[in-house]
């Protein structure tokens, strides 16, 4: 297994501890205490109800499993523990799906699944976590990945067993995201340096086979939905806007309900439904990173506000019993500011990536019940450079005017290194030929509308332009001495006279001598170029049953936890598609886990 050290990249980018870079760079945001009720942030969450005789309490339904939120992860629990036999029941605050239906509709499988052999794409498992393990540091450990390496193939067939259709087409070349004809690709950074060197690049970007128009978003129902349905088939019930907000536990702490607030009358819940389905199309409108978004991400908000009026006048309680366990999947927390404010500020400028689902409630269920968490506040942001591949080929820097990344890297790597350690500053660096160049980057075969809307955007309405490097310095704030000397630097590596510290290859550099200069901002708080942002911390959890654990790091019994309420595979440095996966893996082992307890 290849390890951090083995790729060679410098300790200040990819340290030997990720848990400890973060946790050592800020100190950790206090968490409500346990057994509390939770009014922080907007949630409305109550402390668990204890009850010495379970048998005795008023429920309105029971099952073996109950899932808390039935996005990807959720989804992945329910259909495992119904072709297991067991009865479940699902709850969601809104219609389902979350951010797994909503996302780009890209899962991350390799090791040799049935896509990557049929496109002659050579991969094995131990390839897979060798590569991995450059993103996923020791988040988890290294059985954990393993098995999830190992696994890979195996849930990716799961999958398609059941419907969700993938495609073979190939797309070889570096980019944030591949032609809409295209669905097999590289979601990561495998293609750059160091990591091209020390692992074979494999293409583990499966894209669904689903279309939304010629948006590249919303594409994750292609594989949600055929999940849904063959978990309705198989006995789901699955009751929509219906709230978790009160876990029971009996007089051994064991959880075994969970209080809902549910819309009961089917009109009023079609009108919330309308409601928040209006408020998921604007807020899906325009691609996080597109300028304008901040606009209709806020009108998502005042139809969301009037689903919350309708919630609050016409809610009633039930309360529901989990033979088995809970399963808690109800997504992160990136869509309540208050909450990104308080755990991970640095990245409350970025433009939240997620549905309003994504407001922490799942978590803060956990934590009522004395759950512990980590990495609250690690989020990925994500800066993409490419496509245009001329910015790519420019440079990146930061506040000091230093660079400080890989520009080819993918685009959570580069948003990593700009927030965590350059304090959310980044400019990209362009010459006369580049800064041409780029429009017609703009216009090449296969660049997506936002890709391309987001080029003409910046490049005509947000570069600074001066006739010299010496002059941008000035412009932008810098020491003219100290940027020259950078950018001779640069240079220096473009024309192959010597190797480029962050191990870009010349062929994606280019000397930036013709004059006018350019800069872009690139930066966390960028007027024109917002950064997608989600958080990918959560409740910790057994990696071998996905049981919660709780402040003694033993498990809370009959508490699980799956995708984005639990840290995972992808809470360290993401990739397209691994937080998919990690749902699927994460839902299906706490399924398994429940299987085994007794009825």
Known sequence: MASQKSLEVPDRLAPPSPWARAWSKRPRAPIPAPEAPITDWGLAIDAPLRLADPDA?????????????????????????????????????????????????????????????????ADDPSAMEAYLRSEVGDVVAPTTLRQFCENSA?????????????????????????????????????????????TPPAARGHRTVHRNGKKPWGLGAGIYNPLRAAALALGLDFRTQAEARQLALDSTGRVIGVRVEWLADPAIRARHSRLTAQANRWMAMLSPTFPGARITFAIGYRYLARARALEASARSSIWLRARRGIVL?????????????????????????????????????????????????????????????????????????????????????????????????????????????????????????????????????????????????????LSPKHFAQELARYNKSARGEAPDRFHKSRADMAELTQGPFYAIDASVDARMFPIACMTVGGLLVDETTGAVKGLDGTPLPGLYAAGRNAVGICSNLYVSGLSYADCIFSGRRAAKAIGQQPA
């Not at 309490?57 to 109950?66: F, K, N, V």
């Not at 979350?98 to 049929?118: D, L």
């Not at 997506?448 to 002059?471: C, H, M, S, Y």
């Open 57 to 121: 309490h008023d429920w309105q339904a029971e099952a073996d499993m109950i899932v808390v939120g039935l996005g990807g992860g959720g989804v992945a629990a329910a259909l495992d523990a119904l072709e297991q036999g067991l009865s479940v029941i699902a709850l969601d605050q809104y219609d389902g799906g979350g951010s797994s239906a909503a996302n780009g509709g890209v899962y991350y499988a390799g090791g040799g699944t049935s896509i990557q052999r049929e496109a002659g794409i």
């Open 329 to 477: 999947s109800a997504g992160g927390f990136i869509c309540n500011p208050a909450m990104v404010a308080h755990f991970a500020p640095e990245y409350a400028p970025g433009l939240p990536n997620g549905t309003l689902g994504d407001n922490g409630s799942g978590i803060m269920l956990g934590v009522s019940a004395g759950a512990q968490t980590g990495l609250m506040e690690r989020v990925s942001a994500w800066r993409f450079l490419s496509p245009p591949r001329a910015w790519g080929q420019g440079m990146l820097v930061n506040g000091t005017g230093e660079r400080f990344v890989n520009e080819t890297w993918y685009g959570a790597r580069i948003g990593d290194e700009m927030i965590e350690r350059n304090n959310g500053r980044g400019t990209i660096i362009l010459d006369r030929r580049l800064f041409r160049q780029s429009f017609r980057d703009a216009f090449a075969k296969g660049v997506l509308g936002f890709q391309r809307d987001i080029t003409l955007v910046n490049a005509l309405f947000a570069a600074v332009k001066a006739p010299t490097p010496e002059a941008l310095a000035r412009k932008l704030g």
């Open 154 to 198: 195996a849930n990716f067939e799961w999958l398609r067993a059941h419907g969700a259709p993938f495609s073979a087409t190939y797309y070889p070349d570096k980019t944030s995201y591949p032609p809409l004809d295209q669905f097999l690709y590289h979601p990561d950074s495998s293609l750059a340096a160091p990591f091209c060197d020390a």
